[in-house]
């Protein structure tokens, strides 16, 4: 039996995300003797923007706690420019982009996909082509051949990054240079902000005879923000919010229709009692978001501890 991780996307709010991983993972560490971390828990792991973050940086063999730190520390020097400015859209996108950028390359420097040694896939849309563009580690999961197949695409790390999160106009476009496919991208959660039917076709494809229990996390459900009359102005930053959501929501009633009967998929998303947006990177509010992740994963400990069959000591 192998396991996947699946994560949504979600700006700041994928904090509850994290929450969730740091008590699975301290749980692993305090009731077993194997798995001892989420990188080893799992043999799959898939994600779109920021979930997509989260995921390579556990499956390049960092812990959950070193990943809070390291995103949280993102959000703050990415998310601080807000919607509010005197400066255009677009120059703010650009800020955006390069200060991402930066911080992704602190963690990934110039790495290619093969740095990876676990199965990952990351998604974005491709601007121009209106499709789905995935970029693979395991060529089993991509449905290449080995005559083919390069990780990635051949790009780096941070080239795959930034197109999975550029949620373009709040991001920047961003131009795919890799060895095999050159291609426009922006934010995958345009396609599948929750990947999670696309995680079992590639794995029901490339692993046909394998059972897989698939663990889906959200990035909780938020109290809507009221929305100021600077921002009505610029509805683009609330229709991005709006469609990323949507795609969400699209994607778990098809997962709850089709995956009912089979319990392949468990999925963690709890409501989160804050008023929150897409920009928040406010260190209080990030530790709020963080702490009700904590609590979602007691509240589910059980459930989840039994459906991805961790044995304990």
Known sequence: MKRALVLDGGGGKAVYTLGVLYELEQYLQLHCSEPRTIHDCFDFFFGTSSGAIICTAIASGMHVKQVYSFYRETLAKVMYYSAISK?????????????????????????PFDYINKSLAIYCTDFVKRVPRV??????????????????????????????????????????NGRTLQFEAVDGGYYANNPTLFALNSIHKGYPHTTCKL???????????????????????????????SSTKSHNTLVEYLCNESKEVLRVNDEV???IDFFVHEELDLEGIFTYGRKSFLQHQEEIIDFLEIKIL
């Open 135 to 176: 970029f693979h580690t395991d060529m089993l999961l991509a449905g290449a051949s080995e005559l083919i197949f390069t990780p990635g695409f051949g790009a780096t790390i941070v080239e795959g990054l930034l197109a999975t999160s550029a949620a373009y106009p709040i991001f920047e476009r961003v131009y795919v």
């Open 215 to 245: 663990l889906n996390i959200g990035v909780g459900s938020y109290i809507e923000p009221p929305v100021n009359q600077i921002l009505k102005k610029i509805d683009m930053y609330n229709l991005v919010d709006l469609v990323l959501e």
């Open 273 to 275: 009692p804050m008023t």
């Open 87 to 111: 400066v255009t859209p677009s120059v703010m996108a650009k800020r955006r982009s390069h200060a991402l950028s930066s911080q992704l390359k602190h963690v990934f420097h110039d790495y």
